[in-house]
């Protein structure tokens, strides 16, 4: 749908919850699961909610009847947070509307839209703007951590893309925040989590990238693997910003290579230089629509399988720190390029911190049996632990069970802290990477 007009439409809905599922209900077990399986807990009521008055009577509803707020988009997290046990989880996603007015390139996008929806309509217009790497994963989630994806070398993250937040607050209430409205709140929106206010809606930047990308991967031997990582290292402190660079470490091999999107001259001499880090054992140079790109790394299962991460950034890759990476116990290993638009924005200008991060590095398994958490969990928190010493902090959306001091340094946390204090002083939304208030 296209349209000039990006202001959500008045809303009408009376103050009241219309839509709730309770335990015994048809679409309530389905509403409850999210993309990891091992999180199974039992909301008291899911109120799916089809507009901001709604979202705003769903909150007011959980603190007159003193219910834990969990709120509900794609449910990436890692830890469930969208569901609470025996509270309130405010489910986002029937609001879902993308409108994109190709003219000036701006997108108005509900908060429970998934990225393969703002993804599809932006790209009718040749349009899209950064976003993460899995077509089901929630708009709102994403972008509220800061957002990487494909484009942020070119173009900054995802909350770096962001004109305008329309967000409800901890008493019920309806704000804007953007450039010149709430200022303080619209700096800590871009990459703060969840922890003002529920997002009902974003207004994004978009940018012209054409409909195709090109994915090159290269794999060599595990003999082989420390002098590629090496070589992938320096190729990439000279990339051009349409590249992103990757790498897949696993105990039989490494496979590095990149993925451009946008103008492709370079590219080929970039392919080349890629061949000659070492005896390629195996290759796929494929080219792809964007919206493939977007939706390739999918799970196919969905929300089947149990699953476990830990994620660091890295400032520098040294010597030591590849080596130490090459040791894993068999787990996967993948890390990111970061740089290029993501480093031009100043560090003060946004909530989301380390914008010097190199690479980002996330390790990851995924299981069926509830026999094997242990184990699984434990393998991935030791390997992470070995590189601990050459991380610089993690990206928010990553950590799992952890101290949000790993993703913000003392200065910047005392000011989301204070931010958090005036907006939302009892700490109602505490169902997330969490900030406390003072």
Sequence with gaps: MTTTRLQPQTDTQPDTLRHVLRDGDAGYDQARSVWNAMVDRRPAAIAKCHSTAEVAAAVRYAREHSLEIGVRCGGHSIAGLAVPDGGLMI????????????DRQLAWVQGGALLGELDRAAQRYGLATTAGNVSHTGVGGLTLGGGMGWLARQYGLACDNVVRYEMVTAAGDVVHAGATENPDLFWGLRGGGGNFGIVTSFEFRLHQIGTQALVA????????????????????????RQATFTASIRNDGITVGFVWVGDPAGREQLLQAFKALGAVVAESIEEVSYLTLQSRDDSIQGHRYRRYWKGHYF????????????????????LQAYGGAIADVPDEEAAFSQRDTLFEFVTATRWDDPADDEERIATIRGYAATLDQYAGGAYLNTLNGESVRRAFPPAKLARLTALKTTWDPDNTFHLNQNIKPA
């Design 315 to 334: 400032k520098a890759l040294t010597d030591d720190a590849i080596r130490a990476l090459l040791r894993n116990s068999g787990v996967g290993a993948s």
């Design 217 to 240: 991967e290269f794999t060599y031997s595990a003999a082989e693997s420390f002098a590629v990582l090496r070589g992938w290292r320096e190729l990439n402190a000279s990339a051009p």
């Design 91 to 102: 489910d986002l996603t029937p609001m879902s509307e993308v409108r994109v007015d190709p």
